[in-house]
């Protein structure tokens, strides 16, 4: 079996005053996908293009998943299958029902009788809190009900590949994580594919092994998000993963003396940054401003008055201004 | 010739002309669709387009009466006028339906969703077709039974158009067979006869109808839409030149004329001191016309909060017993009522506005909760309850507030009240029906006349049949807005 789920080659999908995918040339393999961008990145439009529905205006997608995953031997009766960001809902079919129709239309014959259907069934709708709503149609639900709908759908179809357009975007942030351990353990347990789509770094860090950026439809970076996250390629790649602090070569000298001299930029995620209360430190709190996570520090070097924000994890005491701290690299 | 052949003719043509306006109307659509760009051409073309279905079909039938009289010896050519006459009309119906309804609460990506699960099986096959009919074939599909439903009642313009036989339709040799003294007994048996066809037009539509449900995505096809803009351009070019532009070109110089005529003789004092004591035509008609609005008006307030209350009850089978015996045309409804309050019960109110005012209440039902559900999109609660929040504020945002309440909510149920009273007052049907015996709509009148030639007085009369309601809708309009609301203090 080829690690190879699709390459793109110069694939352009024209919109209406701009192209909404614009020459992305990139292959997906095997695993976990997520891809990232601002609000009309294209992410949406590069789902549709794996999924096929939409074709690309010029350029090629090879879908190596399609004959090479599926087929019923292989315990997928479908190649792909997906979420769209609408939810994609039958507005005629009840909860149940939609997980139903996707059984009899698929798995019937693989899984067997009827009970085992109604089992799973069961399984799935408790799984994603549905049980009390499988008599109501998508109308009656509201948004984040649709949302799981929708994601409970694509994991009743079972499919070697599965594409999410923004999966749970509606659910509460309490219960997402739950939704996305039963995701987790579908992908584990069939050995299926995800290729999804979110604004939220933190899933993509926790669910993901590889990750597409986007910006105004053309591919920022393409990668392993462990990479993108400690060593992304400059400073808005790594905001895509949410607060880092980024030192120029040419500053690291001024903020982080100790910090070895190299002709590199050098990004440091909250976490490995560390500011503390010294009375001999180097620099001044300016204004300080806890994020829950972590803080916001504007610092100023006494000796240069230079002034820069610092993203940190707080530590100890909470800090105020005036102070007198340093700064520490942790990593 | 028997009633079976007008039928005949009628389905015929019906069928026909809806079916050549469909592809039209969607190249109409999707150009103005485009054009949301550009917001003040937009409006224009979207104007153009749905005029038409605002001109009565009294006046069109009455410009082109004597382009019907030179066909007289050609019956295929007259057949050819009415069924482009119809077009055009239908044409328009289809674009507003089209604008109304402009997604399906079937998304695309839904169907895309059940066509990855194909696995050529029968049930797939059927659960596909019944998606495809709930999602993309749905507003074409309304459209066209709209339309055809239209064609098929239509009356005015065929009676008018029919010097000899030609064109031949139901619903005038209904009118006629009931003019001439046929029972009312028999006039129903007959109308019942067209209600088959349209029960079978009707059938589809109440599977159809509108839900609150999810609104999907618009239609994502529309870049083919410039390619396609000559021909629609020419389209609606045609269609309001027949219908609008022509019109007005023949009628206009006649009734500026006839109007001078009514107005009696002596210098302009003269004239107005006539026309003010109620000694010349211009002050008896304009009383005609005055009072034919009252119950037209009467009629569509009632519909209209009618419609509000349907649509918020939202229960489908309260809205297709609503709906349905508008959608089976003012003749049959006027035949129906008129048998219905001849009923003991009803009869001590037969000789009243009552008849009349239902038959236009139940005839503007259907036209009615599309303009409710249009309101509902063009005006968000929402968006209404924010421009509420800003005259708390007091000030200039106060005075914002009350304008864009104004814009947002006041203006367009007023136009909406001021349409469908325009379409009661031009109801030849209802009118003549169901009138008390003392009154004469002005409809009625202008009917009649048109049926015995042409004079300057009676395209006067047209005219301003059709230029009191609008003077009187602006005056409303300037009333209104002046009016405080209910949270001013």
Redesign the interface.
Same mark, same amino acid.
């Given at each position: 079996m080829t690690d190879l789920l699709w390459e793109l080659n110069q694939v352009v999908l024209?919109g209406?005053s701009c192209n909404r995918i614009d020459a992305v040339s990139l292959t997906i393999d095997a695993g976990v996908t997520a891809v990232i961008g601002y609000s009309g990145a294209g992410k949406s439009s590069l789902l549709n293009l794996l999924?096929g #529905?939409e074709s690309p205006s010029s350029g090629v997608i090879s879908n190596a998943a399609e004959g090479a995953h599926a087929g019923p031997e292989k315990g997928f009766p479908?190649p792909?299958?997906?979420v769209?960001?609408?939810?994609?809902?039958?507005?005629?079919l009840t909860v149940r029902r939609h997980l139903e129709?996707?059984f009899? #239309?698929?798995l019937r014959d693989s899984i067997g009788s009827d009970d085992e259907c109604q089992e799973i069934t069961d399984k799935l709708l408790g799984q994603f809190d549905l049980s009390h709503r499988q008599q109501a149609?998508?109308?009656a639900l509201s948004k984040g009900e649709?949302s799981r709908l929708s994601v409970a759908?694509a994991l009743a179809?079972n499919p070697a590949v599965l594409l999410m357009d923004e999966p749970l975007a509606h659910v509460d942030s309490v219960r997402r994580p739950q939704y996305w351990e039963v995701i987790r353990e579908h992908l584990k347990r069939n050995g299926a594919s995800l290729v999804f789509s979110t604004h939220e770094p933190e899933v993509v860090i926790s669910e993901a092994g590889s990750v597409i950026c986007l910006n105004e439809g053309r591919v920022m970076y393409t990668g392993l998000v462990t990479e993108l996250y400690d060593v992304p390629p400059d400073p808005q790649a790594a905001s895509f993963l949410g607060p880092a602090n980024w030192f120029a070569a040419g500053e690291l000298s001024t903020w982080l003396p100790e910090y070895p001299i190299k002709n590199d930029d050098l990004c440091l995620r909250p976490e490995s940054v560390e500011v503390t209360q010294d009375e001999n430190g180097g620099f001044e709190i300016l204004s300080f401003r806890f994020i829950g996570s972590y803080a916001e520090t504007d610092l100023k070097h006494l000796s240069s008055s230079k002034e820069k924000k610092i993203i940190h994890r707080p530590i100890g005491n909470v800090h105020h201004a005036g102070q007198r701290v340093s700064l520490g690299n942790l990593s | 010739m028997t009633l079976e052949t007008a039928l005949a003719w009628s389905i015929g043509r019906s069928m026909l002309v809806t079916t050549v306006a469909l592809p039209m109307s969607l190249v109409v659509w999707r150009y103005i669709s485009v054009c949301e760009r550009s917001r003040r051409f937009h409006r224009l073309v979207a104007a153009a387009a749905l005029t038409p279905l605002f001109v009565p079909d009294l006046v069109t039938g009455f410009t082109y009466r004597m382009t019907s009289a030179r066909l007289i010896h050609s019956e295929v050519a007259t057949e050819v006028l009415y069924a482009v006459l119809l077009l055009f009309r239908i044409l328009a119906l289809q674009v507003a339906v089209r604008m109304i309804l402009r997604s399906s609460? /079937?998304?695309?990506?839904?169907l895309?969703?059940?066509k /990855? /699960?194909r696995?050529g099986?029968t049930?797939?096959w059927l659960?596909w077709l019944?998606?495809e009919v709930?999602g993309p074939l749905r507003i074409p599909l309304i459209a066209w039974i709209g339309g055809a439903l239209f064609c098929f009642q239509e009356f005015e313009t065929a009676a008018l158009l029919q010097i000899d036989r030609h064109p031949i339709t139901w619903s005038v040799w209904l009118f006629d067979a009931h003019a001439a003294g046929e029972p009312l007994s028999h006039s129903l048996l007959f109308a019942s006869r067209s209600m088959v066809f349209q029960v079978i037009l009707l059938l589809p539509v109440i599977l159809l109808l509108p839900?609150?449900?999810?609104q999907?995505?618009t239609d994502t096809s529309l870049?083919s839409a410039s390619r396609s803009s000559p021909i629609a351009l020419c389209i609606l070019f045609a269609a309001f030149g027949t219908l609008i532009l022509w019109p007005l070109w023949t009628n206009g110089t006649e009734a500026l004329s006839g109007i001078r005529a009514l107005t009696g003789h002596g210098n302009l004092t003269q004239r107005m001191l006539l026309f003010l004591t109620g000694r010349n035509d211009l002050a008896l008609r304009f009383q005609q016309i005055l009072y034919s609005i009252l119950p037209a008006t009467i009629a569509s307030v009632a519909v209209l909060q009618l419609a509000i209350g349907v649509r918020a009850l939202d229960r489908p089978w309260l809205t297709v017993l609503a709906v349905a015996p508008g959608l089976c045309g003012s003749l049959v409804i006027s035949l129906t009522l008129l048998a219905v309050f001849q009923t003991p019960l009803l009869n001590a109110v037969y000789d009243s506005w009552l008849p009349m005012i239902a038959a236009s209440t139940l005839l503007m039902l259907p036209r009615a909760l599309l303009l409710v559900v249009l309101l509902e999109v063009l005006s968000p609660s929402t968006s209404i309850h924010s421009a509420g929040l800003l005259r708390v504020a007091g000030g200039a945002a106060a005075v914002h507030g009350r304008n864009l309440i104004w814009q947002l909510d006041r203006v367009r149920w007023l136009i909406a009240t001021s349409v469908l009273a325009h379409w009661c007052l031009w109801d030849v049907a209802v009118a003549s029906m169901l009138r008390p015996v003392g009154f004469e709509p002005i409809v009625v009148r202008l009917y009649n006349e048109m049926h015995y030639g042409r004079t300057e007085t009676l395209v006067a009369m047209t005219f301003l049949a059709l230029a009191i309601p609008l003077g009187l809708i602006c005056v409303a309009a300037v009333v209104w807005k002046r009016l405080p609301e209910k949270n001013d203090s």
């Open positions: 024209a209406d999924a #529905m479908l792909l299958y997906w769209p960001q609408d939810g994609g809902l039958w507005p005629q129709v996707v009899a #239309m698929n149609v998508p109308a649709q759908r179809a | 609460s /079937l998304s695309a990506e839904a895309y969703s059940w /990855l /699960l696995n099986s049930s797939w659960s019944r998606f709930q839900s609150r449900g999810p999907a995505s870049d």
